[in-house]
């Protein structure tokens, strides 16, 4: 790249405010540290400035990066810019429902790669897998949603598929619609994967007759149903290794919770 286009590219890049990113010293302009270095020696804030582009009058688009990233709530940086929706993001001074927008589908489309290169080579076989995947897109909703993952012989994710949102109840959910899902996809084995936004990953009642009205289903189709996976913050319970899969099990004794790191389970498999 020329210097005659960085400097074009700068120019946008700093609209008219009077704090621009050519009063930065050159080698910690956004484009050309980019240019010489590579994307990966820019910072979270210059990341986002190279997406913002403009910044506005008295605050350029590095400062502005850096005041949004400042603002999130739900988690820091980067994380926190992906939870937050465009409303909240169109609160900060300088963002506007354009920007707020891109913002929102950098950070699905960031989310989206992410999960493509995760489940390329990760296999389903244990509980602790199944949480860490799905953990940080569940464990902050606000709304009860129930997921079905779908498998391969081999337990790669073919696809994973919303199947309810709201409070769980098991009398309005359909193992026929689940099945009809996993056949569609050519699945072999699912797991039903579902939040507790309380942060408790404790199963219900609900939760528990679920499990066992699709495990029966599955046993009559041949689609065998491996686990249910409930999501809490930063930790999760896998219904299987508590024995639910017994009809007499209830929610009460003690529940081996699959802690935030993930690490402190046997590494027990579904096979």
Not at 34 to 41: D, L, P, Q, R, V
Not at 103 to 132: D, Q
Not at 172 to 183: G, K, N, Q
């Amino acid at each position: 790249m020329k210097d005659t286009e960085l400097s074009a590219n700068q120019a946008e890049f700093s609209g008219d405010a009077p704090r621009t990113m050519r009063s930065l010293p050159k080698e910690e302009r956004p484009y050309e540290k980019c240019f010489e270095h590579g994307a990966e020696s820019l910072t979270d804030a210059e990341l986002l400035a190279v997406i913002l582009r403009t910044g506005i009058r008295g605050e350029s688009a590095l400062e502005l990066s850096r005041k949004v990233l400042s603002q999130t709530k739900e988690a820091s940086g980067l994380l926190g810019i992906y939870h937050m929706s465009i409303s909240d993001l169109t609160k900060v001074k300088g963002l506007g429902r354009v920007k707020a927008i891109q913002l929102k589908c950098i950070a699905e489309l960031s989310r989206r790669i992410a999960r493509a290169t995760f489940s390329e080579g990760v296999s389903f076989h244990e509980p602790e897998t199944v949480a860490r995947y799905y953990m940080e897109e569940l464990r902050h909703l606000e709304q009860e949603i129930i997921m079905i993952a779908m498998l391969n012989s081999k337990g790669r994710l073919l696809k994973d598929q919303v199947i309810s949102k709201g409070t769980v109840r098991a009398s309005l959910i359909s193992p026929r619609e689940i099945f009809i899902e996993a056949m569609r996809n050519q699945a072999v084995s699912i797991i039903l994967v579902h939040n507790h936004p309380s942060g408790d990953p404790t199963p219900s009642k609900d939760d528990i007759i679920l499990t066992q009205r699709v495990r029966k289903a599955g046993a009559i189709v041949g689609i065998e149903l491996l686990d249910h996976i409930i999501i809490g913050d930063c930790q999760a319970i896998s219904m299987r290794e508590q024995d639910f899969w017994r009809e007499e099990k209830s929610v009460r004794g003690t529940l081996h919770v699959i802690s935030e790191d993930l690490r402190d389970r046997s590494g027990n498999r579904y096979d």
